[in-house]
């Protein structure tokens, strides 16, 4: 029993309390004071963020993975010794697996790597070759046009006289049979020209295509040529004066 006044304990059998001399009145023991358990509040680790993220981009581009790595031992330290005030091991561990990961698998992509850019440069080599030689089939036809439209001038050397952008009308200047860009001499990885055009009347009427490649082994590998007969002829050395010295026709 406590003193409704001061709050002193008072016996049982007490009339008035000791302490303030105030009449005695029972009063219920007062209730315990709540004590606030501590919570989990800590702060995420910003480096522990940062190796996920860069864990995640890493699986894609190989040295941010090592920036995941770096970042997530970093976290996970400062983590461990912060004594709870920060949070995001999970984010770390997660960041430094992809980060490991990431070059756990750079041997398999080199593997295919190595298997499938020679296959991709070979089927690129094999298409330029093939358009190379249906620009030098489009030249004949265009040469042999030519020479039917402008019978005085014969057969021409020159490119653009065959293109022409189709504003004007046809000429001999730009006869307008060849689009643009085989026009400009370039096309498919290869070289296109015209050579030794001749036009009288005791030599006849002659001229000479060649297409060889840009860059020999990798827009192409074989030259091709042709002439007045329409016959194409190629060179597996690529060399185009030696398709038209000696090129056998292509089958």
Do not use: W
């Not at 006044?5 to 016996?11: H, M, N």
């Not at 999970?90 to 850019?117: D, E, K, N, R, S």
């Not at 005791?202 to 060649?210: A, L, R, S």
């Not at 860059?215 to 074989?222: C, K, L, N, P």
């Amino acid at each position: 029993m406590f003193c409704a006044k001061c709050g002193a304990t008072l016996q049982e059998s007490s009339q008035f309390c000791d302490r303030c001399g105030a009449p005695a009145t029972a009063q219920p023991n007062p209730a315990p004071a709540q004590v606030a358990l501590p919570t989990e509040n800590g702060e995420t680790s910003g480096k522990a963020l940062a190796s996920l993220l860069t864990g995640i981009f890493g699986l894609v581009l190989f040295p941010i993975a090592i920036v995941a790595i770096i970042l997530g031992h970093m976290s996970r330290s400062e983590i461990r010794k912060s004594n709870g005030r920060l949070k995001g091991n999970g984010m770390a561990t997660a960041g430094l697996v992809m980060g490991y990961g990431a070059f756990a698998i750079i041997p398999f992509v080199l593997i295919i790597a190595a298997i499938a850019i020679p296959n991709l440069l070979r089927a690129r080599i094999a298409a330029n070759e093939s358009s190379a030689v249906a620009g030098v089939r489009t030249l004949n036809t265009a040469e042999i046009s030519y020479q039917s439209e402008y019978p005085k001038v014969g057969f021409t050397c020159s490119l653009s006289a065959l293109g022409g952008s189709g504003s004007s009308a046809p000429s001999a200047d730009h006869a307008q049979l060849i689009d643009d860009r085989l026009a400009s001499g370039e096309k498919y990885g290869y070289r296109f020209e015209l050579r030794n055009c001749v036009n009288s009347e005791t030599d006849g009427h002659k001229y000479q295509v060649v297409a060889y490649p840009l860059a020999r082994h990798q827009t192409g590998v074989r030259a091709f040529c042709s002439d007045e007969t329409a016959v194409i002829r190629l060179d597996a050395s690529g060399s185009a004066d030696d398709c038209l010295v000696s090129g056998p026709p292509i089958e």
